[in-house]
């Protein structure tokens, strides 16, 4: 069973320890230092209510990733983390926050991302929680930037994916899923086929008495308004997906399932175009019409085929030109 968790944990950050590097000393601020005086809540306390739970942490922790692009070249982009443990230890007050933002800051600030680093950092959280929780969780959420050159002509430019990776290691196994929102064009089949049959009436109207016409006649009233009196809707429309990796995997194959799940869509947004390019992809909407079903099923056909991955979740959103509502499907791997 394809397991799916909350983008944010959301929790009240109860019990965390101080801070490290405050910039206002306490000579400074003329407060006198007590060595090993200072009060330890989460130690030295018991809830008034006992209890285990499932997740205690932090939500939306500011961090920066290096991650490394199809050249081989290292770069830095901005993300959040939501940080947990489970809370294992009925009469145990709270965990140490701190502790998961070090080994969080620790780990990510100097080192490139991969499943092994993030396998150090999940088996991290509960060392330093050892006496109290058996199960850790990661979750970063940041925007890809890839550059995508034009459909024909020499232009570029930039698009920005939402990427959300979420680890865990429950019962002594790491599990990895990754999320993915791909942005590209619908064109409605049925659209298409009610606007060719205004076209093939247009044509009869306009010659419909003569029972003989030159390639030179044909030709010419293609290119007139009067013969493409009618066009095919289409929309910008949202694939979200997410795969669950094989935790053996070295690397997020952030890019390559970017690369190849665009390539099965056909249609992606483009950036910079001329109009040699807006004509390419109008021809590339004309030769991949299809409803929100059709593009349910490619996705999943493809992902089917995809060596290291377990499992998948594909929600499909056309975001509807003639209706005030959207048009949607899912699909996963196991049918749930």
């Not at 093939?200 to 030179?216: T, V």
């Not at 935790?247 to 099965?264: A, C, G, Q, T």
Request: with cysteine.
């Amino acid at each position: 069973m394809f397991e799916f968790v909350s983008d944010a944990l959301n929790l009240k950050q109860m019990g965390a320890e101080a801070p490290t590097g405050n910039p206002l000393s306490s000579t400074e601020s003329g407060l006198s230092p007590l060595a090993g005086s200072l009060p330890d809540i989460a130690n030295e306390t018991v809830p008034q209510i006992g209890g285990t739970l499932d997740r205690v942490g932090m939500s939306g922790v500011e961090l920066v990733l290096r991650l490394r692009d199809a050249s081989g070249e290292i770069f830095r982009t901005p993300a959040r983390a939501d940080a947990a443990v489970s809370l294992d230890d009925e009469q145990v007050k709270g965990i140490h926050m701190s502790r998961l933002f070090l080994s969080l800051n620790n780990r990510l600030a100097d080192a490139e991302l991969s499943l092994p680093l993030v396998n150090e950092i999940l088996k991290e959280f509960i060392q330093t929680h050892q006496e109290m929780s058996a199960n850790s969780f990661l979750t970063l959420s940041y925007e890809h930037s890839l550059k995508r050159p034009a459909l024909l002509s020499d232009h570029a430019g930039w698009r920005a994916y939402p990427i959300r990776i979420h680890s865990a290691l429950k019962q002594g196994k790491f599990q990895h899923q990754m999320s993915v929102r791909l942005t590209y064009s619908s064109a409605c089949p049925c659209s298409a086929a009610l606007s060719r049959q205004l076209i093939q009436q247009a044509f009869e109207k306009a010659f419909g008495d003569r029972s003989e016409l030159s390639h030179d006649e044909i030709f010419q009233w293609l290119g007139t308004q009067e013969a493409i009196l009618a066009v095919p809707h289409s929309q910008r429309s949202h694939a979200d997906v997410t795969v669950e990796l094989d935790s053996k995997l070295d690397d997020f194959p952030i890019e390559s399932l970017i690369d190849y799940l665009e390539r099965v869509i056909a249609t992606p947004v483009q950036t910079a175009v001329k109009r040699e390019d807006e004509q390419e992809f109008a021809r590339l909407n004309g030769a991949n019409l299809m409803f929100c079903e059709d593009a349910a099923r490619k996705l999943k056909a493809a992902l089917t085929q995809l060596e290291g991955v377990k499992d998948f979740r594909v929600e499909i959103n056309h975001l509807e030109s003639l209706h005030p509502h959207d048009a949607a499907a899912v699909a996963t791997r196991s049918q749930s």
